[in-house]
Structures are given as structure tokens and as C-alpha cells.
């Protein structure tokens, strides 16, 4: 499985984002789905993942304002992102895993990785 994410940007606090990930793979709906961020100076920190089923769950500092989904037919996961604010700023990337286990947060539970794309929150 090859990721390819997209949608970066700059905007101002309290703007909303669409972050697109595209994939390779016929098996793409199998997959369980990730989104993860790294600041500067700071480890990769998950922020929302989707199983093959579609059920999501998020990090707490995120809840209510992004959304992840997928679009099987397409190959294509999202993250909506909305309230944004400086705390976001980071390089966001797209995971994926072959595992269908509920809940992984772990960078090391994911087997594939897209490039990233930065998201800058000015204030």
C-alpha cells in the first residue's frame, strides 16, 4: 500500500482544513486507517483513526472538532478539521495497517505511511 497525503496549509486560528489521503491497493477497504501529527521537538502523536467498518475514535484534544473518513470506492481517507488553533500546527500524516484490531494509537501498530503534509495555525 502506497499513501499519498494532501491538503496542507496555512490558515488562521478558528479556520477549517480537509486533509486528503490517497492509496494504492485493491485491498484499501480491508485496512484500518490512521491520522497522525508531529510537531517540532515532539514525538508522533496520534490523532484519529477509522476501522475498515468505518467506527472512528479520536484523541481527546480533538474531539468535536475533527472529523476522519473514508471513501472506499475512492482509495481516499480524510480528516475534517475545524476550531483549528496553534496547538495543531504540525506535520500531519496518513497510516495504515492490515490489522483489523480496534483502537491502535501506536505509530507501531501501522504498517504504511504517507509523506506528510504540514499544517501551519497562525494565531
Known amino acids: 500500500v502506497q499513501l499519498q497525503a494532501s491538503g496542507g496549509g496555512l490558515v488562521q486560528a478558528g479556520d477549517s482544513l480537509r486533509l486528503s489521503c490517497a492509496a494504492s491497493?485493491?485491498?484499501?477497504?480491508?485496512?484500518?486507517l490512521a491520522w497522525f501529527r508531529q510537531a517540532p521537538g515532539k514525538h508522533r502523536e496520534f490523532v484519529g483513526g477509522?476501522?475498515?467498518?468505518?467506527?472512528?475514535y479520536y484523541t481527546e484534544s480533538v474531539k468535536d472538532r475533527f472529523t476522519i473518513s473514508r471513501d472506499n470506492a475512492k482509495n481516499t481517507v480524510y480528516l475534517q478539521m475545524s476550531s483549528l488553533n496553534s496547538e495543531d500546527t504540525a506535520v500531519y500524516y496518513c497510516?495504515?495497517?492490515?490489522?483489523?484490531?480496534?483502537?491502535?494509537?501506536?505509530?507501531?501498530?501501522?504498517?504504511?505511511w504517507g509523506q506528510g503534509t504540514q499544517v501551519t495555525v497562525s494565531s
Open positions: 497510516a495504515a495497517s492490515a490489522s483489523t484490531r480496534w483502537g491502535m494509537v501506536s505509530p507501531d501498530d501501522y504498517d504504511y
Open positions: 491497493g485493491r485491498t484499501f477497504r480491508t485496512y484500518s
Open positions: 477509522i476501522s475498515w467498518s468505518g467506527g472512528t
